[in-house]
């Protein structure tokens, strides 16, 4: 963005904006403050919309997530008076970003279309690169690794037409790791090595030691591919040491986590630890409830690995109270989407290629890729909206948690292929319950599954739970490894009630849970039944 146009009173300090964003967020705001009063006084829409998008960025870097809403939606006024479409398009992305990180994929996807359809209407094509980028990693995070391609290979060949822009290989470097990764999910190792041989060639000199990490991070997992598990041991004891002397920002966070949860199933215990210490930090910072319970779930995972009850129980109360802050930042999120679209989007026209991609990606998001089941994702909004049902009409509510008993022990001896079938085959069954009507059935992560009575009294529960029980035993799946018995077998804890206005629909999860923490304690093999206690 030029401002040949300004004094070099003013040029000089947006230098300093630009120079200081994300490295010295203090000087930063000095210098803002006074653009900003400078911009006042002289009604300058160019200048308000400088200033509210490095702020924007700032707050991301920073991993100030509140503050990146307020300062994007403010500087988009400004910014489209003012014509700055590129900073309404970068903007766009970053509240892309922030939507995925907040378990929002309808909302990301939605930003990340409105930003490629301002691309095409200005011109931008080299800034296009960026939201193909990131919505070939949406459909990534999917398990749609075809779709995934098709946007990283677009992303590529966009941003290979401007070499000289900022951060080039950095941003190249994670394209190339990512079609890799595509690669290896598709089971092409020839594809994997392809890339990973540019990356070490073309880029790996230029790129920053955050980008470093990641790159290793990749080419661990692509050692264990491999079966190369000497070279993968020798790469996770660099990586230990290298680790902590590095910044972490909320980029690279989702593959620094998953690159620890791959630690916890090969037992890596204490390099574990230490890469979880480092990511603790951006985490809390971030305030992004959503990622804070999913890291300390991963937490609970190890507590349980390890045998520390205690801990383990203390990071499940911690993680009980984030729940109910996740209201608050729906709705802080809901009201930016409904002033930006008010705002900015009444007169915007969508693609219909666009619009069709977009339903794809609905369907997607709602669906859990492996069981076809509603995943996580619409549990919460499923689950939200029969709690209301029930409460207004008030009528009984019953919640049922499932696990899978020793299925740690099932996945680590026959393998994830075996235990991705085991899993379909719990799936199947727990979704014959359908057809009784008004059940809902969703796969909570992992061996979880979630099961959502509407109307129903409590001995009919019982026999809902009983034919589950059964089915799954007739199917006779062999597991030597259980102490329960040698075949797949399922743990079951299940609360009722009638919805009153003391309790929310977290009260029923959180009983049901206890309910079939229980059951494992005592035998596993079971179901047990009883009522949402409000109190806990």
Not at 92 to 104: D, E, M, P, R
Request: charged fraction near 30%; proline fraction near 1%; hydrophobic fraction near 35%.
């Amino acid at each position: 963005m030029e401002f040949i146009e300004y004094g070099s009173e003013i040029r000089k300090r947006l230098d300093a904006v630009h120079n200081n964003c994300g490295r010295n967020p203090e000087k930063m705001e000095q210098e803002c403050q006074e653009l900003e009063h400078l911009a006042r006084k002289m009604q300058d829409d160019k200048l308000m919309g400088f200033v509210a998008f490095y702020r924007g960025q700032n707050a991301y870097l920073t991993n100030q997530m509140g503050d990146l809403f307020r300062y994007c939606l403010e500087g988009m006024e400004y910014q489209e008076k003012a014509e700055q479409w590129e900073y309404i398009v970068l903007s766009y992305n970053l509240l892309g970003i922030t939507s995925v990180n907040q378990g929002n994929a309808l909302f990301a996807i939605d930003y990340y279309l409105s930003g490629l359809n301002l691309c095409e209407e200005h011109n931008l094509l080299t800034d296009a690169y960026i939201l193909n980028m990131n919505i070939g990693a949406l459909y990534m995070r999917f398990g749609a690794y075809e779709a995934a391609h098709q946007y990283l290979d677009r992303s590529l060949k966009l941003i290979m037409q401007d070499k000289n822009k900022e951060r080039y290989y950095n941003d190249i470097t994670v394209l190339y790791i990512s079609l890799a990764n595509c690669e290896m999910h598709r089971d092409n190792i020839s594809g994997v090595n392809y890339y990973l041989k540019k990356v070490l060639s073309e880029c790996y000199e230029y790129i920053d030691n955050q980008i470093k990490i990641y790159v290793k991070t990749f080419q661990v997992q692509s050692y264990e591919k491999e079966e190369k598990y000497e070279q993968r041991d020798r790469l996770i004891e660099e990586l230990t040491q290298e680790f902590p002397k590095i910044q972490i920002n909320m980029d690279l966070y989702e593959d620094f986590y998953n690159f620890a949860q791959y630690l916890l199933t090969i037992k890596k215990y204490d390099d574990f630890e230490i890469i979880m210490h480092k990511l603790e930090e951006p985490i809390d910072q971030s305030k992004l409830i959503r990622q804070q319970m999913q890291f300390i779930q991963l937490q609970m995972d190890y507590y349980d690995a390890i045998g520390e009850e205690e801990k383990f129980n203390e990071a499940a109360k911690k993680n009980y109270k984030l729940v109910s802050r996740l209201e608050e930042e729906d709705a802080m999120t809901m009201r930016s989407i409904i002033k930006m679209r008010t705002d900015l989007e009444l007169n915007k026209k969508q693609s219909k290629k666009m619009e069709l991609e977009n339903k794809k990606l609905q369907k997607q998001s709602e669906t859990d890729s492996l069981t076809g089941m509603a995943n996580r994702f619409y549990l919460n909004r499923y689950a939200e909206k029969i709690f209301q049902h029930c409460y207004v009409n008030k009528t009984m509510l019953g919640m049922e948690i499932l696990d899978i008993d020793y299925f740690k022990q099932y996945n680590d001896n026959y393998g994830h292929q075996a235990g991705d079938n085991c899993i379909k085959m719990v799936a199947e069954a727990i979704k014959s319950l359908e057809k009784y009507g008004h059940i809902f059935t969703a796969r909570y992560g992992g061996d979880e599954f979630v099961i959502i009575y509407d109307g129903y009294g409590k001995e009919e529960m019982e026999q809902f739970a009983k034919e589950l029980k059964e089915k799954i035993i007739q199917a006779n799946l062999k597991h030597e490894y259980s102490q329960t018995a040698k075949i797949v077998t399922v743990s079951q804890g299940i609360c009722y009630d009638i919805p009153d206005d003391k309790q929310k629909i977290w009260d029923y999860l959180y009983s049901a849970d206890k309910i079939l923490y229980h059951v494992k304690k005592q035998s596993r093999n079971d179901y047990g039944i009883g009522h949402c206690d409000h109190m806990l």
